[in-house]
C-alpha cells in the first residue's frame, strides 16, 4: 500500500506532531515551552529520529493509514534513500518529508547529520560488540549526538562553540540508555559496554545470576556511571551558550536523563532486573521546575563523583599496578 502523499506543509507537521505525540515521549509535553516554530521542528526531528529507530526495532505498524503508523513497509534502506533524495532537492513522497524539508531551509541542520545517525542505527541491524570505549563513543556520537547538532540548531545555538559539548551530552544521554536498558538488551543477545571494559571486570559470560559474576559487574556499572556522570559535568556548560527557550528546553532535556542516571548510581542493581524509569511525580516535578534552575555546578544536579573532570575521558583502570 503506498504511503500518503501530504501535498500541505502545515499537514506534514501535523503528522509530526502526531507520531511525536503518539510515541508516548515525555519530552512532547516539554517541546511545548518553546515557541510554535521550535516546538513544530522539534517534532519533526523528534518523528524522524522515531521512525528511524522503529524501522530498526522493527516495530512499525505495516500497512496501516493511521498517523500512529509511520512509513508502511519502508525499510531502513528505503529511508536512508529518501532522505538522500531530499539532500538532493528531490521530491519524497512520505508525509513527514515536507515538514523536514521546512525545517532543514529554516535551521541551520546539515542532512548529514541525519545520515550518520543512520549510519549508528544500521551497525544495530548489522550487530557486532563494540571492541573498546572509542567505537562506542564513536556510536554515542552517531546516534545521539548528532540529534543534538539538530536540536542546538533549531535552538539557536552558536554550533561552532557549542559542537563538542553537543557530542559530550550526546555521549551523556546515550549511555544513561544503555545503562537503563541493560535488562532489555540483554533479553536480545546484547551487550553495549566495550569488550576491553568487559573483560577488565570479569564480565565474561554475560551471567549475572552467579553471585561473584554479579559483584564483578556492578563493578563495572559504577565505573560507567561514573565516567558518564563526567559526561554531564561537562556538558552542562552547554547551558552558557543557550537563552530563552532553548536553553529552557535543554534543562528539561539533561536534567530529565540525568535524573535516571542517579537512579542507578543509587541502586545500581536495578538494572540486572528492569529498565529504569524515573517516576511519573519526579517527571512532573521536573517539567515543572527544571527549566528555571540552572544546571551549572548545581549540587542539586549534580552528583559528588562527578564534580572531577578529570573523569571526562576515564578508561579503565590499569591492571599493571
Known amino acids: 500500500m503506498p ?5 500541505s506543509v502545515n499537514a506534514s507537521y501535523r503528522y509530526a506532531v502526531s507520531v511525536t505525540r503518539n510515541a508516548g515521549s515525555n519530552f512532547h509535553i516539554a517541546f511545548r515551552i518553546l515557541p510554535e516554530p521550535m516546538y513544530r521542528a522539534m517534532c519533526t526531528i523528534y518523528a524522524y529520529m522515531r521512525i528511524s529507530d522503529d524501522l530498526v526495532d522493527d516495530s512499525i505498524l505495516l500497512n496501516s493509514a493511521t498517523p500512529t503508523s509511520s512509513t508502511g513497509s519502508t525499510s531502513l534502506a528505503d529511508w536512508r534513500e529518501m532522505t538522500a533524495n531530499l539532500q538532493a532537492g528531490k521530491v519524497v513522497d512520505h508525509p513527514l518529508f515536507p515538514a523536514l524539508r521546512d525545517v532543514l531551509q529554516k535551521y541551520p541542520i546539515d542532512v548529514n547529520w541525519l545520515m550518520r545517525v543512520l549510519d549508528g542505527m544500521q ?5 557486532t560488540p563494540f571492541a573498546d570505549f572509542d567505537e562506542l563513543s564513536h556510536y554515542c556520537d552517531q546516534v545521539a549526538g548528532m540529534s543534538g547538532l539538530c536540536c542546538q ?3 539557536g545555538a552558536n554550533l561552532t562553540e557549542t559542537r563538542e559539548l553537543a557530542l559530550t ?3 551523556a544521554f546515550q549511555m544513561t540508555n544503555i545503562l537503563r536498558d541493560i535488562h532489555e538488551d540483554r533479553s536480545r543477545g546484547r551487550c553495549y559496554f566495550p569488550q576491553t571494559e568487559l573483560d577488565h571486570f570479569g564480565c565474561l559470560d554475560n551471567d549475572w545470576e552467579d553471585p561473584d559474576i554479579r559483584s564483578n559487574w ?3 556499572i559504577t565505573f560507567q556511571v561514573k565516567r558518564t556522570e563526567s559526561f554531564y559535568q561537562e556538558a552542562s556548560e552547554l547551558e552558557r551558550h543557550l537563552s530563552g527557550p532553548g536553553r529552557r528546553m535543554l534543562r528539561v532535556m539533561f536534567v530529565t536523563y540525568r535524573a535516571v542516571l ?3 548510581s543509587q541502586d545500581p542493581q536495578l538494572v540486572f532486573h528492569q529498565k529504569v524509569r524515573v517516576s511519573k511525580s519526579r517527571k512532573l516535578m521536573i517539567l515543572l521546575t527544571a527549566p528555571y534552575l540552572s544546571i551549572l555546578n548545581s549540587d542539586h544536579h549534580v552528583s559528588a563523583e562527578c564534580k572531577n573532570r578529570g573523569l571526562i575521558n576515564t578508561k579503565i583502570p590499569s591492571t599493571n599496578g
Do not use: M, N, Y
Not at 3 to 7: A, G, P
Open 169 to 171: 551530552c550526546g555521549r
Open 123 to 127: 551497525r544495530d541491524l548489522d550487530w
Open 218 to 220: 556492578l563493578d563495572l
Open 262 to 264: 542517579r537512579k542507578i
Open 153 to 155: 540548531a533549531i535552538w
Open 3 to 7: 504511503v500518503q502523499r501530504f501535498d
